[in-house]
């Protein structure tokens, strides 16, 4: 069981470029959520999924975009790069009540530099 | 303006010593709340929550206690041990926007020292 994990763990972008983060799960969890880690700030949702063939808008949603293809998948894209999107990116997942017992698993992190 | 605080950023404990981290809301809809723990290079793992139901939570070590009156949590850890190192969120939940998701506080970096 990997649980949550992202692809790449690193990249640095120059400003209008694009890329796609990639978040995995094998957990056979519903939700999905993007989020980003500022310092001095807790993290902060940008996209989230609740299910396969949906996503939803969160707190800070300009600027990215998101699919959910697949269950297991959930994909961020950044089209055009700016360096206000420079952050660490959190993936996690979670069964989908986020209310008693469940609780949202995290990937290790993307840490995204835009010069 | 940030609906989950923690005001103090960093916060060193002897080992074997208690250490308190305290988090305030502002959102009276938040009904569900969870400390999460962060390591340097890794994702935040779930350590310990509590509905807005009860006051108490116990788990080991690990103490969460709820104050809906004044809007204030706190988690207890005793004893503290060195790998209780790392930084701690605490996050909040009910009356989203946003479906099901948490608002995260700034985090504490806790530091025990041996």
């Known amino acids: 069981n990997a649980g949550v994990t992202q692809t790449p763990k690193f990249r640095v972008l120059k400003t209008g470029q694009s890329m796609t983060l990639l978040c995995a799960q094998d957990?056979?969890?519903?939700?999905m959520y993007w989020y980003r880690q500022d310092p001095g700030m807790g993290l902060r949702l940008i996209h989230y999924?609740?299910?396969?063939?949906?996503?939803a808008k969160g707190e800070v949603p300009d600027g990215y975009n998101v699919s959910r293809l697949k269950k297991q998948n959930f994909l961020l894209g950044l089209e055009s790069a700016a360096p206000s999107q420079t952050s660490v990116y959190f993936c996690?997942?979670?069964?989908?009540?986020?209310?008693?017992?469940?609780?949202?698993?995290f990937g290790p992190g993307t840490r995204l530099t835009v010069l | 303006d940030q609906q989950v605080k923690q005001n103090s950023p960093s916060l060193s404990v002897q080992e074997g010593r208690i250490s308190i981290l305290n988090c305030d809301y502002t959102?009276?809809?938040?009904?569900?709340f969870l400390w999460y723990k962060k390591y340097p290079a890794e994702g935040p793992t779930f350590l310990i929550s509590?509905?807005?139901?009860?006051d108490k939570n116990e788990d080991g070590r690990f103490t969460v206690f709820l104050n809906k009156s004044a809007k204030h949590l706190s988690l207890h850890i005793v004893p503290s041990q060195p790998g209780d190192s790392a930084v701690y969120f605490c996050?909040?939940?009910?009356?989203?926007?946003?479906?099901?998701?948490?608002?995260f506080g700034p985090g504490t970096r806790l530091s025990v020292l041996p």
């Open positions: 959102n009276s809809m938040f009904d569900y």
């Open positions: 996690a997942s979670s069964y989908g009540t986020l209310r008693s017992t469940d609780t949202q698993y």
């Open positions: 957990m056979n969890h519903e939700y």
């Open positions: 999924s609740v299910g396969e063939g949906t996503t």
């Open positions: 996050a909040a939940s009910g009356g989203s926007n946003y479906g099901q998701n948490f608002v």
């Open positions: 509590i509905s807005s139901i009860k």
